[in-house]
């Protein structure tokens, strides 16, 4: 793609229209209330949900793009000068319901497709809807670029559904039915599983003050309360969620502490008094149902007493990536997740360009203690990727990337980007 046209979750200077595909602070960096370098274009719910985020941001730059609509979008070319127009259809991303979406662009570098952070479930009926309207706006095209959400791009990652992961968590609430509940969330995200909870249960579940108000904004009204006297189970933010603050709160009142995540597992564990509910990654791959009596029963697998850690993910897992490659059959595809510590290239394992299929091919046939996946794996060791906690939060980059000087240029004959008034165009 051209330069200087478009910026996905990337807020430098030197664009004409910048996405957002969801309000996770990896995808905000550089955003703040004072930030004003053009429109902004988002999905309903992240428009509804900035002014939390951002108190104080101009508004009046929100551009909402409804799901499953084409928009165009007029822009400068930095090359000719003269207009080109690319044109923008917001899917939902199945992230979270928290308004995350994936962005399919079409203009004259072909169709170009963002997914943010995605999870890519085939027994979801959302994910079902998000396929035709895919599908449909693809109308039998293929994506000629992909940036793919490649968290856990590696066959190594291999974790339920989100509906299996929460009758988990409902399996461990229930086993402990004298205990105080603290289960570790983000700002945004997984309020389906709380709500999942709430209503198997019956019971209201406790958030902080500012989490109560994304929630009310989010339309759930009755489920959450701030008074810790009307229920036992609390969702705390993730930063504060540690052994230390379980340890200590069991000495007023028996508790435990459920992590949900697809990277529940902590390489390197302290001691056997500090480590997290850490099966083999190999149990996880062979089995998607995690027998927690079983890992309790024997602390020599890496069990934290206190500590349960469920692999509830936003995230899709390696077979969903390789469903969804397959789906849409890019070109070419890059990973958004990019950073030293934690970087899976998705050509590694699903090819370059048109060979892709082939590898795909290759990469369904990998048994495990194959040679293939044996070599695989000790390139991995070597470091071109790590397993670690913080790669949850480690920066994601866009490479849809321009250049500086020449958009300057452009947008001082046209500052930012406005949506055609025919914008509702099904074509
Ligand atoms: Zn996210």
Known sequence: MEAGLISVDRWAEGSQSYFLTHLHSDHTNGLSPKWSRGPLFCSRITAKLFPCKFPGFSLSLLRVLELGIWYHVPLVSSLTGSETVVSVMAIDAQHCPAGAVMYLFRGA????????????????????????????ALNGMKVDTLHIDNTYCNPSYSFPSRKGAAKQVIDVIAAHPEHDIIIGIDNLG????????AHVL???????????QIMHLLGFHDIFTTKTSLTRVRAVPRYSFSIETIEDMNEMRPTIGIMPSGLPWVVGSVDRSTRFFSPPLNSVQKNCSWNINEERDNPS??????????????????????????LVQPANMRGIVSSTSCYIDPRYFFGRQSNYLNSLRESFEWEEGSDRLKSIRKKLDY?????????????????????????????????????????????
């Open 190 to 197: 997984k309020e389906d599983l709380l709500v999942y909870i």
């Open 383 to 427: 470091g071109r990727y790590k397993i670690a906690q913080k790669c949850e939060k480690s920066p994601r980059q866009t490479r849809v990337d321009f250049s500086c000087g020449r958009v300057r240029r452009v947008r001082r004959k046209k500052r930012g980007a406005k949506i055609l008034e025919d914008q509702r165009n099904d074509g």
């Open 109 to 136: 570098f072909g169709f170009m497709l963002y997914t943010g952070d995605f999870r890519w479930e085939a027994s979801s009926e959302k994910a079902e809807m998000g396929r035709k309207m895919l599908l449909s």
């Open 202 to 212: 019956n019971i209201k579940i406790w958030v902080w003050p500012e989490r109560l």
């Open 301 to 326: 697998k890496g069990l934290h007493l206190l500590i349960y850690s469920i692999p509830y993910s936003d995230h899709s897992c390696f077979s969903e990536i390789q469903d969804f490659v397959n």
